[in-house]
């Protein structure tokens, strides 16, 4: 006879730090079924950089950079609140701003008293992750609660030759 593991507690609210990419929108099927099997509450959460990536226009304000990042953001957490509500998974949300993406996810967690992570990966590998690190490295390494990392299948970075196979890039 097989020994059942449980959970040392059972979370009543779990947390999804989510950009809407692939990766996270897998991790939020896995987060609502995890939530609806212990009857508890997902908070998705969106993480703005105050300060873009990308290098935009000098005619473009921070301000309006941010306010429409948030719009896109708000946007999408309304299409994922439906989606949950269709299920039957209670939620809420936040949109946070900050330069430090994983230390806004661990305020979260410390606010909302939040008693699981579900995270994604990108499956990025190569010079990018080495040299700034991955948000989910750094919430794994510093989060106290427990803790579900879903690796993400390696994006594509194949192209097609003319002949039709494939070309890795490494």
């Not at 990966?121 to 427990?146: D, M, N, Y």
Request: proline content about 7%; overall charge negative; glycine content about 4%.
């Amino acid at each position: 006879m097989s020994e059942v593991h449980a959970f040392p507690s059972i979370p009543t609210k779990i947390l999804l730090p989510i950009d809407f990419s692939p990766s996270s929108q897998a991790a939020l099927e896995m987060a609502a079924d995890l939530a609806l099997h212990f009857h508890a509450e997902l908070y998705l959460v969106n993480v703005i950089p105050m300060f873009p990536t990308t290098t935009i226009p000098d005619l473009i304000p921070e301000g309006e950079f941010l306010q429409e990042a948030r719009t896109h953001a708000e946007r999408h957490l309304a299409k994922c609140h439906a989606a949950l509500v269709a299920k039957g998974v209670k939620s809420t949300s936040s949109i946070e701003v900050g330069n430090d993406i994983a230390g806004s996810i661990m305020e979260v967690v410390e606010r909302e008293h939040i008693d699981m992570v579900v995270i994604s990966t990108h499956g990025i590998s190569g010079w990018h992750p080495l040299v700034f690190g991955s948000i989910a490295e750094k919430v794994v390494k510093l989060v106290q609660c427990p803790l579900l990392l879903l690796r993400s299948a390696k994006p594509d970075t194949s192209v097609k030759s003319p002949s039709g196979r494939s070309i890795e890039w490494w």
